[in-house]
């Protein structure tokens, strides 16, 4: 299949996803919580704009500069959040849901079944106390509410629990992911350390995703707290951007400031592969970084060495950049450590058959930027 046919069945695919999604989300949490013709026709309507923006700002976002279309990514990548935990919520609602509409029908049914008719033979003889002058007069209540009112009230509060969830967790990851990253100081002994290598810092920085929502700043202060561990190493590990080089180089351009004893290495992520990643490998070494392509460097550092590799992604294998562990490994000092920057966890299989001391990765966005000293056991 052409990338031109792949393309067009990815984007007619995302229509329909979109599609069922959006009219999903418009039944729960419109038609079935309202009986006003004009709120109804307003959803209808959100949906369809919903429906056609997703996929827009998409498609933006992966052929456009993303600096400039900011303004229609932003809110919907924000909205694809919101969706996709409303979406969770009222899925796992569904079967609570349905339960309580069964047990209320069933206690619906149950008291509006008149009892059997059975013939009393007794009759009540009047007392002193009675009063027999006229007919007795039932004490008024309230009527029961419907079923339809019951189930009313369960659309209603379901409703409401999922956005109120959706919406506070997505507030909440919009702050944790705009917000300055946490750094975490990890202690990491190695076997075949030399005992001169102790308290060595290798920074690890990973999935800076430069594009709609970040730019320069967020670049800037990325190396500020990076410098800030005073690393001996500095270990970027892919993801660098969601925009081609052309576009957001001058985004990246603090990179070029990052002080460490050693230097600074990239391996390739698998967004890395959506632009020109050669473009992106010549702009980093103007910056000074060393891209580790299925190599290795050797790293002395006071009279101890350990062998710094990096392997590209598993997504370079659609793009003839296949990781190869075998030459970045093979032919090593077996008495050094050897340390190996991969941008996904999943490859530590082929990392330990090749017996790497410590595989450093990202892709799971945790730690923006962790710090790791080594040491001897």
Sequence with gaps: ?????????VAGTSVVVAAATHRYLYLRLVKNITASLRLRLGGQITTVALT???????????YADPTRVAWLVRPVFAWVA?????LL?????EVPAYLTTRSLRRAHV???????HTRNTRQPQPGPAMDTSGPAVPAPCPDPPTMAARRLILARSVALLATATATATTGYGFHRGLGPPDIKTVPIKLP???????????????DLHLGPFFGRAHTARNVRLINSTSPDIVAIVGDLSDGSAEDLAGHAEPLARLASTHGTYFVTGNHDYRYDVEAWIDTLTDFGITTLRNTRTLITHRGGAIDLAGVTDVEGERHHD?????KALADRDASHPVVLLAHQPVQVHEAARHDVDLQLSGH??????????????
């Excluded at 299949?1 to 067009?8: G, P, R, V």
């Design 89 to 93: 919520v009222l899925a796992v609602l």
């Design 82 to 86: 919101c969706a996709a935990y409303l």
């Design 52 to 62: 056609a923006l997703v996929p827009a700002g998409v498609l933006t976002a992966q």
């Design 192 to 206: 075949r350390l030399h005992p001169s290598l102790d308290g060595m810092r290798i920074t690890m920085a990973s």
């Design 1 to 9: 299949m052409s990338t031109l046919a792949q393309e067009i069945t």
């Design 110 to 116: 149950t008291r509006h079944t008149p009892a059997p």
């Design 322 to 326: 296949t990781p190869d562990y075998d």
């Design 364 to 377: 799971t966005h945790g730690e923006a930027s962790s710090p790791g000293t080594c040491s001897p056991p």
